[in-house]
């Protein structure tokens, strides 16, 4: 656990840092976070990251009590009070202290630092299960806190010795609760649902990383084409590109890691390597 976090700007103590017990995150839930990778004591794609919260913060009608520059350097001073050189940095907006035990007050800035990512090889090399779950979240384009429905199937997740839940609605196919979602058609087609999801980092550098090497789609998905599709895989920070061989027990392709998911994560791992040592010089 790291020594150090940030709370509206200061550097503290982790185990001594807290906020009150009427911060509506507590009450209610209602707040937003981010996640996001450093390496060589640099954030990974940080403005993309920051766009990103900044404007679900406006959304929710939260106001992040610091600015952009100032939170970049808070950053680098709590990565550096830590000492680390690689890890993860979760940042949490709260609701703020309620007036009324309802409505929103001034929100807290919590910055949390985490381990780097390790995830086990056989996840990569021969791919994951999913279980589905007929599921819209309320606020799809805002990466708020409430992670209900994803925590209360955990047992069903654990049972089937599965890495995820996959939501749809309707017959569409829409996202993991921690992920997003490609697949690969018989064309040799790269296919990723475009609305009502979270639109991830990850999966936006996993298209840049797909120019020019097959057809990129992005459209409203069925869920069948899923049980159809040659290859799958989920994306997301911690998680890279990760192969998906099976959902609700059902093999995806011929239920192996395909080809173009191992391409494209070599081309992800390059092009985040590629960012880390353009920032460091």
């Not at 997740?157 to 690969?184: D, K, M, P, T």
């Not at 087609?189 to 475009?194: A, F, K, V």
């Not at 090497?213 to 159809?228: G, H, T």
Request: proline content about 5%; glycine content about 10%.
């Amino acid at each position: 656990m790291a020594k150090y976090c940030g709370l509206n700007g200061e550097i503290l103590s982790q185990q001594e840092a807290g906020i009150g017990l009427t911060d509506l995150a507590i009450l209610r839930g209602y707040g937003i976070f981010d996640y996001f990778l450093f390496k060589y004591g640099q954030p990974l794609l940080e403005e993309q990251y920051f766009n990103r919260f900044y404007s679900s913060a406006e959304k929710m009608h939260l106001e992040v009590p610091i600015g952009r520059q100032l939170l970049s350097r808070h950053l680098r001073e709590l990565i550096a009070a830590n000492g680390e050189t690689q890890g993860a940095i979760r940042l949490v907006l709260t609701g703020g202290y309620s007036p009324d035990g309802y409505a929103p007050g001034a929100p807290n800035l919590i910055v949390l630092l985490h381990p780097y990512p390790k995830l086990p090889e056989a996840y990569f090399t021969e791919g994951v299960g999913l279980i589905s779950h007929s599921f819209q979240r309320e606020w799809p384009e805002i990466k708020a806190i409430n992670y209900l429905t994803g925590i209360k199937l955990l047992p069903q997740i654990r049972q089937a010795g599965a890495l995820e839940v996959l939501y749809h609605h309707n017959g569409i196919l829409l996202e993991a609760v921690r992920s997003n979602i490609f697949l690969v058609n018989s064309r040799e087609e790269l296919i990723t649902p475009h609305s009502n999801i979270l639109y991830g980092i990850t999966r936006q550098s996993v298209i840049k990383v797909a120019e020019g090497l097959l057809p990129i789609i992005e459209r409203e998905v069925r869920l069948e084409e899923l049980f159809q599709a040659r290859e799958a895989f989920i994306t997301g920070t911690n998680k890279s590109l990760m192969p998906v061989v099976k959902v609700d027990g059902r093999l995806i392709g011929n239920g192996e890691v395909g080809p173009w998911a191992r391409k494209l994560r070599e081309g992800l791992e390059a092009y985040r390597e590629g960012y880390y040592r353009k920032v460091v010089g």
